[in-house]
Nanobody, 128 residues
Framework: QVQLEESVGGLVQPGGSLRLSCAASGITLDYHAKAWFRQAPGKEREGVSCINRSDGSTYYADSVKGRFTISRDNAKGTVYLQMNNLRPEDPAVYYC?????????????????????WGQGTQVTVSS
C-alpha cells in the first residue's frame, strides 16, 4: 500500500524557519512529481511548490518565492520543504502530494486534482 507521511509541523514565530519532510512508502520507483499544498481554514487548497524527479526542476507559488525551498532525495523517497521567513499568512495544514506521471509546471498554478497520492497533512502555526 502506497503511503505518504509528513513530518510533524509546529509552532514558529514570525520570521522563523521550519522544515517539513514527506516520506513515501510502498513504491519501487519514486513518484515523478512531488509537491506541497496548504489549506488554511475557510480557504481552498493552494499549491505551494513542486519538484520533478527527472531533472529536479521546480515550481513555486508567488506567495512563497524566495522564502521556501523544495528538495527531494529520490533514493529515500522523501521530499522536503524548507520554509524561511515565515509570515502570519503562512499558517495552514500542509499536505504533500505526488503523482507518477505528472510534470510540475514552470508557471501558473498547481491543481490538487492532478495528484494521485496525498499525505494526511501537518499543521504549521506562525505566532508570536
Amino acid at each position: 500500500q502506497v503511503q505518504l507521511e509528513e513530518s510533524v509541523g509546529g509552532l514558529v514565530q514570525p520570521g522563523g524557519s521550519l522544515r517539513l519532510s514527506c516520506a513515501a512508502s510502498g513504491i519501487t520507483l519514486d513518484y515523478h512529481a512531488k509537491a506541497w499544498f496548504r489549506q488554511a481554514p475557510g480557504k481552498e487548497r493552494e499549491g505551494v511548490s513542486c519538484i520533478n524527479r527527472s531533472d529536479g526542476s521546480t515550481y513555486y507559488a508567488d506567495s512563497v518565492k524566495g522564502r521556501f525551498t523544495i528538495s527531494r532525495d529520490n533514493a529515500k523517497g522523501t521530499v522536503y520543504l524548507q520554509m524561511n521567513n515565515l509570515r502570519p499568512e503562512d499558517p495552514a495544514v500542509y499536505y504533500c502530494a505526488a503523482d507518477a506521471d505528472l510534470y510540475c509546471p514552470d508557471y501558473g498554478s498547481l491543481s490538487p486534482g492532478d495528484f494521485s497520492s496525498w499525505g494526511q497533512g501537518t499543521q504549521v502555526t506562525v505566532s508570536s
